[in-house]
């Protein structure tokens, strides 16, 4: 895929304190920041790709962030690579939660800290949203069209979000009939291609 | 507490880990009723304020959520049980992710591989947004709400640096008006 507009990880190194710097800004969960760093600063990603390893992220079982993480580290710098972008997510970051769980019982009753963390909370939930509604750009060339995406997403939201359906079989179910519905359609523009 | 965990405890904690890294499809918050039930209930290395104080640690503090394993293996057994759960957790879907990746990217002219990438985007999508709804609906009250809506809105229009919003999040909440 040589994209011009992209450039890559100089070095293992440089995939390791990406992530770490990466992660030390992930309050509340690090998909945000991710999308951010990396398709935005680093430019190692396009938000089409990003979108895509976040799919396979998903549907495996694991962190999905962790498992984004070893999925790009892999790509540029095989299993090394993989091991340095999964290695630079979550070291630091273990040793400063494993520091405050030590630490955690002289805060807790604070009110100002347990303000101060629902108010982060708050954010992050927005971070996450926020994020998700930059990606909708990514399915403008979805082969699916624009309209079946958007009755997907929403069906999806419905399910997950109000009626509070497993998402696992949700995942099994709504992905296989879209995963179905796109194969048939990348056949249509196979032999039409307009 | 910490004391009382043998080595046989900590071969369990790391092989009942083990066994839910695979479970935790959509993350390893998806598996914690089942923590739960063995921490809290099977194995007795955690009381119900410690469980949860866990999850809020790791919400907290920077980093992947994921920590929160991290922290319950801590608090269960020092070092060498957030080394037992946090390993436990990791090694089979990191080792199932690679795996996959590579088939999948070896693979990817192929026309299931990219139907499975064009169907599950919006569906991802949804899920991002199920998941900030999800946050912001189990605390009580509205003025979070706004809040949230603010930073949605700042991150999808502007280039912002996000540790500015996290910051004046911690601020108002620490003034006490959300």
């Known amino acids: 895929m040589p994209d011009p507009s992209l450039s890559q990880p100089a070095s293992k190194t440089d995939l390791f304190w990406t992530f770490t710097v990466l992660a030390l800004q992930g309050f509340g969960g690090v998909l945000a920041v991710a999308q951010r760093v990396l398709c935005e600063q680093k430019r190692w990603l396009t938000r089409e790709q990003f979108l895509e390893i976040l799919a396979v992220g998903q549907v495996l079982p694991g962190p999905n962030i962790c498992n984004i993480a070893l999925m790009i580290g892999d790509r540029f710098f095989g299993w090394r690579g993989a091991f340095a972008a999964l290695a630079g997510m979550m070291a630091i970051p273990a040793v400063i939660v494993l520091v405050l769980t030590a630490t955690y019982a002289e805060f807790a009753a604070v009110p100002a800290v347990a303000g101060a963390l629902k108010g982060m909370g708050a954010v992050s939930a927005g971070l996450i949203s926020g994020t998700a509604l930059k990606l909708l750009g990514a399915l403008r060339n979805n082969p699916m069209g624009v309209a079946v995406c958007g009755v997907l997403l929403a069906a999806m939201f419905a399910c997950v979000a109000l009626l509070r359906w497993p998402l696992v079989w949700m995942l099994l179910v709504a992905g296989l009939g879209a995963c179905t519905y796109a194969w048939f359609r990348l056949a249509a523009e196979r032999r039409d291609p307009a | ?178």
């Not at chain 2, 996959?100 to 899920?127: S, T």
């Open chain 2, 1 to 178: 507490m910490m004391a009382a965990i043998l080595s046989s405890e900590l071969m369990a904690l790391f092989g009942h880990f083990l066994l839910l890294s695979l479970l935790a499809i959509g993350g390893a918050i998806t598996v914690a009723p089942d923590m739960h039930r063995i921490l809290v209930g099977e194995m007795g290395v955690l009381d119900d304020a410690q469980f949860s104080s866990s999850i809020a640690i790791a919400q907290a503090a920077p980093g992947p959520n994921v920590l929160f394993v991290a922290v319950m293996g801590y608090q269960a057994a020092g070092l060498a049980g957030a080394a037992a759960t946090m390993f436990g957790i990791m090694l089979p879907s990191t080792t199932l992710a690679l795996a996959a990746a590579r088939w999948g990217h070896a693979r990817r002219e192929w026309r299931a591989i990219r139907a499975f990438k064009a169907g599950m985007a919006p569906l991802v999508i949804a899920l991002m947004f199920s998941t900030s709804w999800i946050l912001t609906a189990q605390t009580p009250g509205w003025k979070h709400v706004l809040l949230t809506v603010a930073a949605a809105l700042l991150v999808w229009r502007t280039r912002i640096h996000l540790l500015w919003l996290i910051g004046a999040g911690a601020v108002v909440g620490a003034m006490g008006w959300v």
